[in-house]
């Protein structure tokens, strides 16, 4: 089954970069895990269909989605602890004017289930660009997406951010402009 078209034939806006990146995230699971298990790690059955509902409306049944509270909830990564530290950034910094409490905790939630994967953030999002992740960012969380006034790559960011947060340097220089590995961290991508 085709379930990023199938999401995107029930999208409420084909261009909107959270239904992009849910639809991306939520695809990749389903690929990866089945339509029997849950998609997003941290999101209960209720909250999974409310996701849904909402931004995907007829998407469960075109799928064929059938769960209940006893479900285990997809494994999108083994760094669970990095990923439960972002949700509690990216809801930190939550513009409570972008939408509903639920609405930011669902898309906190599959930006850090997309968080682990092995290609940049914008990539395993499955958006078509970095412009569409920044955009993203700076609709929910615009004091954080603000914060990368350089232009860090995303996942480089929060990276740093969480480290920040928690009293650790891991950077090889004083300063960004001063560390070997600038194109790391702000090369093309």
């Not at 089954?1 to 034939?9: D, I, P, V, Y």
């Not at 669902?106 to 953030?121: I, Q, S, T």
């Not at 999002?125 to 955009?135: G, M, V």
């Not at 615009?142 to 995303?154: Q, T």
Request: glycine letters at 6%; charged letters at 20%.
């Amino acid at each position: 089954m085709e379930f990023h078209a199938t999401l995107m034939r029930h999208a409420v806006s084909a261009d909107s970069p959270t239904i992009l990146a849910l639809a991306g995230v939520l695809s990749t699971a389903f690929e990866v895990a089945g339509v029997h298990v849950l998609p997003i790690r941290g999101l209960d059955a209720l909250e999974t269909q409310w996701l849904l509902a909402h931004w995907f409306p007829g998407a469960d049944s075109a799928l064929s989605l059938a769960w209940d509270s006893s479900d285990v909830a997809f494994r999108c990564a083994s760094r669970h602890d990095e990923m439960e530290d972002l949700v509690v950034l990216l809801e930190a910094h939550a513009d409570p004017g972008a939408g509903t409490t639920d609405e930011v905790h669902c898309v906190a939630h599959a930006l850090a289930c997309a968080f682990p994967g092995a290609n940049h953030l914008w990539q395993d999002l499955r958006l078509p660009s970095r412009r569409e992740l920044s955009a993203l960012l700076g609709y929910w969380f615009p004091l954080l997406a603000a914060k990368n006034v350089y232009g860090m790559k995303w996942k480089k960011f929060f990276y740093k951010q969480l480290c920040e947060r928690e009293g650790l340097v891991v950077c090889k220089a004083p300063s960004c402009g001063l560390c070997p590995d600038w194109a790391h961290c702000f090369g093309p991508e």
